[in-house]
């Protein structure tokens, strides 16, 4: 089977540092995406890996280990509009993406 | 430039009716993709196109559900005979393909079903 978990929700506060982990079990692996999603908005893209390692963009990074199936993305000097649902995804066969259910990260001043 | 658009934004049907959802992918993008995402929930693949062969429609929950893009642009999703539990938020992405791998997610459409 399937299957892509992350925690349901999380807090912080401004200024602080997030990281949101997600494992993955799915029968092919052709990368991870990381997309952020505001309430009754389009998800819209963070970060893809496909290779171990870090990726770093501005206040973002994500991090992927495929031989432990497992990502994080790291979000710095958080803000207000940071708060929103991250969503996990794994690009299993080159087509279609598989998503988890989504982190509601809620950023309080 | 532009990106995915779809229409209508929100959809109130009758259970029963037929409804019909749009796509305009970013232009010159060639696979399309649509999704269906439950409230709280992550989107769950329902289709997928390369230009305007059909490649994937196993997502599709039932025989109501159906898809075209007859010349490789535009597509539509239609749903027969709505039932309450097709409420949902069914959002359509593409993808440049030949190097991108990133899709790019329209607004989604909300359709409820009373």
């Known amino acids: 089977g399937q299957n892509i978990d992350q925690p349901t929700e999380m807090t912080a506060t401004e200024g602080a540092i997030v990281q949101i982990n997600c494992t993955y079990q799915?029968?092919?692996?052709?990368?991870l995406f990381w997309y952020q999603q505001h309430a009754g908005e389009a998800p819209t893209f963070l970060s893809y890996?496909?290779?171990?390692g870090l990726e770093e963009k501005g206040r973002f990074s994500s991090f992927l280990s495929r031989s432990k199936g497992y990502s994080y993305l790291l979000l710095k000097e958080l803000q207000m509009k940071d708060s929103a649902s991250y969503l996990c995804?794994?690009?299993?066969?080159?087509?279609?993406?598989?998503f988890g259910k989504g982190t509601t990260l809620s950023v309080s001043s | 430039g532009a990106g995915v658009s779809q229409s209508p934004r929100y959809k109130v049907a009758k259970r029963g009716q037929d409804v019909a959802l749009r796509c305009d992918p970013i232009?010159?993008?060639?696979?399309l993709f649509w999704y269906q995402q439950a409230l709280g929930q992550g989107p769950e693949f329902l289709t997928y196109?390369?230009?305007?062969?059909?490649?994937?429609k196993s997502g599709l929950p039932s025989d109501r559900f159906f898809a075209e893009r007859p010349e490789g642009s535009v597509s539509t999703l239609k749903i027969q005979r709505t039932q309450q539990e097709d409420s949902a938020v069914y959002l359509c992405?593409?993808?440049?393909?030949?190097?991108?791998?990133?899709?790019?997610f329209g607004p989604g459409t909300r359709l409820t079903v009373t």
């Open positions: 196109f390369q230009n305007e062969a059909q490649l994937d």
């Open positions: 992405a593409s993808r440049r393909d030949r190097g991108g791998y990133e899709q790019y």
């Open positions: 890996n496909v290779l171990d």
């Open positions: 799915t029968s092919g692996f052709n990368g």
């Open positions: 995804a794994v690009n299993q066969a080159g087509t279609a993406l598989i």
């Open positions: 232009s010159g993008h060639v696979s």
